[in-house]
């Protein structure tokens, strides 16, 4: 099987930039034309200026057209198993337009901005593409924040529209979701229409003349619309990221660089066939993850995926590998995070399953440490399938720094080189080139398609917080290293990186050294305040489940660790405390909650938790902190 990706695309994106962008886009169908590739006037970007596209369209209405709407788009998998779809490109094509119609019929017009709050079901992915369709920008929230979460977000965007759900599933039981819209929306005085989906059946409050359930408006809806042609410039969505305090911003996409560029880089990165690849990416729609490569980059590409509702938890310890046998998934796309957590479990659970299907590995949202990357590629992959270890952000839209299947050779924790045409480089505090072997902070040279347009309403925010660190460059907040070949390894935000004595230490290194260890799954470290070092390591780590339980919570196991991580690194990078927990603070889609385990290093008090997977592992991390406390004192 031919490889998507040639060695030459790197030289032909070398040789001009603008002209390899152009030839992605031509990908695309459009409306219109462009007339100019790029406008830069740093540090704002137009591409494909003149041009005109429907994301809907592009993702949905040619695949019917070419005669593929018998094709499936998504297996929708719900929570347990309780609910299973196949929805294919006909079927979407029906009730996207069934919900843009919908919309319009409650007086939403082109450019309002759509609030959504539902968790992993199709109704989701249709209202996202419904909003596009109508040229209605939308703003996906995740499903698990707290009402006063979802308010800030719908009044920093004005959002006047808001699409829910009655309730969620979470592991076999229901949740309920439209009260916390409720209570968001009692501050919220513009909203003027709530669009619920009945998901669970359970009894909820209405608020005449506001709330319209989604069967009774959009299923009475033509299944026919036609779609109008936006400017590529036109916003498709604001996604807000989070920071440790200031509230989150809300990062602007807009339409035809973004489409390019996330359909280019899922085609290459995943060597996308869409003829016979069933593809999966383990991410929540809610983050850009989601967006880019469980909706618009598969669809725009024809893709066939698993949209999956639930997520890995011990009481169902092989759910995946059923599923990736009863598919024959081919491409699978998750967190270091969830890899590190099934490989906690052990491979003995895959064992059972037959996983010769799976020829693509992918790994997303933080570094990955050499050692989950081998048990990734050796135990699911076969010892066959290519792990391509993406580096992108909320703000780059897209992937930026990836190997290529078919022409780069992997190294385990490298995240390699620049997706052709992106031009990343690592500088030093003067922003000059670093050499091969050497590390510093990681820049973006040159403007690419997928980036943001700016911070919603803040256009000085958004100069002050990308573009004033270095010259003439976007600083992407992670410190980076080459190594002798020039490859790129990522060692995560630099707000990560501590100061211990004077020695910058990068947190994201001390946890590779932990899970080297053959008795450690997963570790997080931060940095405390210590009044003699400015800065102090402490690692909370989980174990796995074949170390006993009395061997983990000693002193003597996390003594053993400490003086591991020294023999690794060296003394001045040996941790303070090491906590031993059975689990670390997660949210629902993996990611570890680093800023809550820096509150607890610290004694602080925890702010809202609502948002993790399970709430209780914070009181239980500061009571290991505290029983440690007194062994010491003892």
């Not at 019917?64 to 018998?70: M, Q």
């Not at 229409?193 to 989604?214: E, Q, S």
């Not at 990736?324 to 957590?341: D, F, G, M, S, W």
Request: net charge negative; with cysteine; glycine share 8%.
């Amino acid at each position: 099987m031919t490889a998507n990706a040639q060695p030459e695309v790197y030289e032909e994106a070398a040789r001009d930039r603008l002209a390899f962008w152009e030839k992605m886009a031509r990908r695309l169908e459009w409306a219109q034309q462009w007339d100019t590739v790029l406008e830069w006037e740093l540090p704002y970007a137009k591409w494909f200026v003149g041009g005109k596209l429907n994301a809907s369209v592009n993702c949905v209405d040619r695949h019917v057209a070419a005669g593929r709407g018998d094709k499936v788009a998504f297996h929708w998998i719900g929570d347990g198993e309780r609910d299973r779809r196949d929805v294919t490109y006909a079927d979407l094509h029906r009730q996207v337009c069934q919900a843009a119609n919908a919309l319009l019929d409650l007086g939403v017009q082109a450019g309002d901005q759509i609030a959504i709050y539902m968790p992993m079901i199709p109704e989701t992915v249709v209202a996202m593409l419904a909003c596009a369709r109508i040229g209605a920008p939308h703003t996906v929230v995740f499903c698990g924040f707290s009402a006063e979460a979802l308010r800030s977000r719908i009044l920093d965007c004005g959002c006047r529209v808001v699409i829910t759900v009655d309730g969620q599933f979470r592991r076999g039981s229901s949740a309920p979701v439209k009260p916390i819209v409720d209570d968001a929306l009692t501050a919220c005085p513009d909203v003027r229409r709530v669009l619920v989906v009945r998901r669970t059946g359970n009894d909820v409050a209405w608020t005449a003349g506001r709330d319209r359930w989604w069967h009774e408006v959009v299923d009475e809806q033509s299944v026919q619309h036609e779609a109008q042609a936006f400017d590529a410039e036109h916003p498709l969505y604001i996604m807000y990221t989070s920071g440790t305090t200031a509230k989150p911003k809300g990062i602007l996409h807009t339409t035809g660089g973004y489409l390019t560029h996330v359909s280019a880089t899922h085609h290459y990165v995943f060597d996308l066939k869409p003829e016979t690849d069933v593809y999966w990416c383990a991410a929540d729609i809610a983050w850009v993850t989601g967006h880019s490569y469980i909706v618009y980059g598969p669809l725009a590409n024809g893709a066939t995926s698993i949209l999956y509702e639930g997520t890995p938890h011990p009481g169902d310890k092989d759910r995946w590998w059923k599923l990736i046998e009863h598919h024959k998934v081919t491409i699978l796309y998750t967190a270091p995070t969830t890899i590190r957590t099934l490989m906690k479990w052990g491979a003995e659970e895959l064992e059972p399953y037959d996983l010769s299907s799976l020829r693509i590995l992918g790994s997303v949202g933080e570094p990955i440490n050499p050692e989950a990357w081998i048990w990734y590629h050796t135990h699911v992959g076969g010892s066959r399938a290519p792990v391509v270890d993406t580096w992108w952000q909320t703000e780059t839209g897209g992937i930026m720094i990836t190997p290529l299947p078919g022409i780069s050779e992997a190294k385990p924790g490298a995240a390699m080189q620049s997706f052709p045409g992106v031009s990343a480089d690592v500088v030093d505090n003067e922003g000059k080139p670093v050499p091969n072997g050497s590390g510093g902070f990681l820049v973006l040279t040159e403007p690419w398609p997928g980036m943001l347009r700016g911070i919603w309403g803040d256009d000085q925010q958004y100069r002050d917080t990308y573009w004033s660190r270095f010259k003439g460059a976007y600083f992407a907040g992670d410190g980076a290293k080459k190594d002798e070949d020039g490859d790129l390894w990522l060692l995560g935000r630099v707000d990560d990186v501590m100061n211990v004595s004077g020695h910058r230490i990068s947190t994201t290194e001390i946890e590779h050294a932990l899970v080297g260890h053959p008795s450690v799954a997963e570790a997080a470290v931060v940095g405390a305040s210590d009044a003699t070092t400015g800065q102090a390591i402490v690692a909370f780590v989980t174990v796995r489940s074949h170390v006993a339980d009395e061997v983990a919570n000693g002193e003597r196991f996390a003594e053993e660790l400490r003086n591991h991580v020294a023999a690794v690194i060296g003394p001045i990078a040996k941790p303070r405390q090491v906590i031993i927990t059975p689990e670390l603070p997660k949210t629902r889609s993996g990611k570890i909650m680093r800023r809550l385990l820096r509150d607890i290093a610290d004694g602080r008090e925890l702010g809202d938790v609502t948002t993790l997977l399970d709430a209780t592992v914070t009181d239980l991390i500061r009571e290991r902190m505290a029983d440690r406390a007194e062994e010491r004192e003892g």
